[in-house]
Structures are given as C-alpha cells and as structure tokens.
C-alpha cells in the first residue's frame, strides 16, 4: 500500500497537532517542627512531598494554570507548600512576547519567580516586596527550558488578645499568561487547525482510486 505525498502531510500535521510535552511539578512542604522545635505550620517548606506531571497548554510557551481562576489548589492535600514548576517550549517564530502572572501571589511570604533558560535574573518575579509581575521577553528560535518556583501567600491573623500569628491565607494558584503569541508557528494551528479536518476526507479520497 503507497501513502501519498498528500496523505503522508496529513498524518504528519495530525501527530505534530496532538503532539504535547509535560511539565513536571515538585511539591514541597513545611516540617513538622521548625527551628525552634515547636510546630509551626506556615514554616518555610523544605521537606520533599511528590512529583507529578501535567500536559503543556501550548507547546510554544511557557504558559501554564494551575487554578490561578479558583485559587483552590491543594497539591497533596496541601494548602501551604512550595511548588518547583520545570519544562520546555519551543520558540517556533523568534521574536518579542508580553509574559505576566495571575493567582495567588500577593500576600506576606508569597513569590512566584520565572526564569528561562536558567538564567540568574528572573524574566517574572513577584514578592510582598518587589512585584515585577509581567514582562517582555525577547528569544530565539529553537528549544528553551523554564522554571517557576511559587509558594501561595499568608496572611496576619489574631490568635489572643494582643497575639498575632502570621499563617497561610489559603489562596493557592498560579498562571502565566502569555500576552501575544509570539512564539508559535508563522502558520500556527490556531489559524490552522481546519487543516487537520481534511485528514478522513484526505483519507476517503485515497482509498477511493
């Protein structure tokens, strides 16, 4: 059985439509006792918990949300933790894109903090300090790896009379949103996508001669 130059693009474009990569996700938790040996539930947490990974929403960007529009996730079951986020996209069209932040992450203690390519400076990066929550960033093309370390805010709360204890404000979620698209296919399947449709009619007319 021959495959045709027309039918052998289409399979093509249907695997390279289906074809996805995984960003992998490393929890952390705060430890059962911290520095002082007493409990403390919104301690800094440095006790590995689990991995998981999740599909890429768009293989040409680090975009990525994990319930940034519910700020209900509970990774584990956690609702204070450290979260070290890592994958890789690749830049198809080099140019200029508008990347930002969206979720939890304000607050006392939250950050969120985005680097491609490992470099030492953050392309996004917000605190209850500094708030450089969305940015322009230039690449080239080819493949690019990126990292997103977050960790959910807390809040000041009045445990007795007089007494205040700083603990996690239960609004866990994270985003980044990309802007403008920059980085997809000049053709990109969001234009495109028609294209995989004539995959069965394609397919029908070959069988047919």
């Known amino acids: 059985m021959k495959t045709t130059p027309l039918l052998a693009a289409l399979l093509l474009m249907q695997a390279s439509a289906g074809a996805q990569s995984a960003i992998t996700v490393d929890i952390w938790r705060a430890p059962d006792l911290n520095e002082f040996g007493i409990p403390d539930p919104g301690a800094y947490p440095t006790v590995f918990v689990g991995s998981y990974t999740v599909p890429m929403a768009n293989p040409y960007s680090p975009e990525l949300n994990f319930n940034a529009d519910t700020l209900d996730w509970r990774p584990f079951g956690l609702s204070w933790f450290k979260a070290d986020i890592h994958g890789s996209f690749t830049v198809a069209t080099p140019g200029t894109d508008q990347l930002m932040f969206r979720g939890g992450i304000m607050g006392r203690v939250s950050i969120a903090s985005l680097t491609i390519d490992g470099n030492y400076n953050p392309v996004l990066f ?35 009379p007089g007494d205040v204890e700083t603990v996690p404000n239960g609004k866990d979620g994270i985003a980044i949103v990309d802007v403008d698209h920059t980085w997809e296919p000049a053709s990109s399947v969001r234009e495109s996508t028609w294209l995989v449709w004539l995959f069965p009619l394609g397919l029908l007319l070959w069988r047919r001669k």
């Open 126 to 160: 917000t605190s209850s300090i500094d708030s450089l929550y969305q940015n322009t960033v230039t690449l080239s093309k080819g493949l690019h790896s990126f990292d997103l370390i977050y960790m959910p805010g807390q809040s000041q709360a009045l445990v007795g």
